[in-house]
């Protein structure tokens, strides 16, 4: 069985450089467009990582991550921040979240691959 990744991000161009980077790698994606359609993905379907933007419209990456952790499923969901925020607050306020993985953009697929592999449960 493969491992889903749900992908939260404003970015149509940038999702799509991660699902076909993650789809090669043999992972299926779920997209979403900002922190409120990522939350309303969440909707009991087993992720086994969620890789999200801070700066969104709607909902912002941390408060994202904040409201994804508030939910039972999601508790123990691994999740990458993949931006170009890399300001020591914000990577603080995003581990104090729960982030387990700060990535800047723009991102190399291999390196990106790497840190997917190290969260994912074999």
């Not at 069985?1 to 992908?7: A, D, E, F, R």
């Amino acid at each position: 069985m493969s491992k889903t990744i749900l992908i939260v991000d404003d970015s149509y161009s940038l999702r799509a450089a991660l699902a076909i980077a993650l789809k090669g790698a043999g992972y299926d994606v779920v997209e979403a467009a900002d922190g409120q359609d990522g939350l309303s993905k969440l909707d009991g379907r087993k992720y086994n990582l969620i890789i999200s933007d801070v700066n969104m419209p709607n909902l912002d990456g941390i408060s994202f991550v904040k409201a994804a952790k508030a939910l039972s499923n999601y508790k123990f969901t691994p999740i990458i921040m993949l931006t170009t925020e890399g300001d020591n607050a914000k990577v603080q306020a995003g581990k104090d979240a729960g982030v387990r993985a700060w990535v800047l953009k723009p991102f190399q697929p291999p390196a990106l691959l790497e840190a997917v592999a190290k969260l994912i449960a074999p």
